[in-house]
């Protein structure tokens, strides 16, 4: 049930339930179009920054499928915001994006 899906990992990204300290990362391949979700922590993954504005999140993902390692790096303000971020080796996806390619297509390639 997508709907469903789409919920928990909407759910996931706004820091409270189950799990409140999880900072999910959807990202595609580049090279075979793998979608991937990637749980960081904030307690364990962040940086401070060194103006001391926020935080900076590095994270090294390889998927599953070709295996390239891509490279993250995303800035996220006080409360922990997202305000910047780039992905070597790929692109981020909504949430809504990784769903659809994981649910409804389970082996389907990115357009
Ligand atoms: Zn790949």
Not at 8 to 19: F, T
Not at 81 to 96: K, M, Q, Y
Request: with cysteine.
């Amino acid at each position: 049930m997508i709907w469903r899906r789409i919920r928990e990992l909407l759910g996931g990204g706004e820091g409270r339930g189950r799990d409140p300290d999880a900072i999910w990362l959807y990202v595609q391949c580049a090279h075979c179009g793998a979608p991937l979700a990637v749980r960081a922590d904030r307690r364990y993954d962040l940086n401070p920054e060194e103006d001391g504005s926020g935080y900076v999140l590095i994270k090294e993902i390889m998927d599953d499928r070709c295996f390239r390692l891509m490279r993250a790096e995303v800035h996220l303000d006080a409360a922990y915001r997202i305000v910047a971020r780039t992905l070597e080796g790929g692109r981020f996806l909504s949430p809504e994006e990784y769903a659809r390619l994981t649910g409804s297509t389970a082996e389907g390639r990115a357009p």
